[in-house]
């Protein structure tokens, strides 16, 4: 009996996730309740069977999520709202549950071109041979580019047009005013706004 009780939960798991499998929507992993009828994902030179995007229940997500490199992976949680959008992930991007993000904003865990002149010199030369062979990316030389998880916590408010840049973390119920750009940690119930985004103010305990 135990056995059998332990497969009818196993089946009852799997039943709650849906696996798209007509082009690169086979790429994401989602649960049957969420709407992803206008995401776009595009992946470059992509492991075999490997899931980049994996999405909770009762999300509503619009938006382009693009995958530069094979290892490049984004996770969000549940009841999570993305207005549109661009995500731009070469490490990991990991949104929470309950967050939401207006439209227009920006994503990046990486650079995209190093810091250093003679490091980036072929970047475009190499980026035209890919498209002239309709194979975007694949000679991009990823080595030099500078890169660190992005972590969005449960509950944080990002305003329209905001950038959100490499290495950072935005804290539970934080909000990004809009068109900030977040380039250092947001702690916890704060508000930030500005190019650098700064704390404008604490998040008292009766507005959480």
Known sequence: MKLIKKIINFI??????????????????????????????????????????????????????????????????????????????????????????????????NNSHSHVWSERKNDVISWKRGVDQNKIGLYKDWTNVRKDKIKIKNKAWIGFNSIILKGVTIGEGAIVGAGSVVTKDVPDWTIVAGNPARIIREIPEDER
Not at 68 to 80: A, H, N, S
Request: aromatic residues 10%; charged residues 25%; proline residues 1%.
């Open 12 to 109: 009852g798991k799997i039943s709650k996730l849906k696996i798209h499998v007509n082009d690169n929507l086979s790429y994401i992993l989602f649960a049957q309740s969420s709407n992803i009828s206008n995401l776009r994902i595009s992946v470059r030179n992509p492991l075999e069977d490997k899931k980049y995007l994996e999405i909770g229940e009762n999300c509503l997500l619009n938006g382009d999520f693009i995958f530069e490199k094979k290892e490049g992976k984004i996770i969000i949680g549940d009841r999570t709202f993305i207005g549109g959008g661009t995500f731009i992930c070469i490490d990991e991007i990991e949104i929470g549950s309950d967050v939401m993000f207006s439209w227009g904003c920006t994503v990046a865990d």
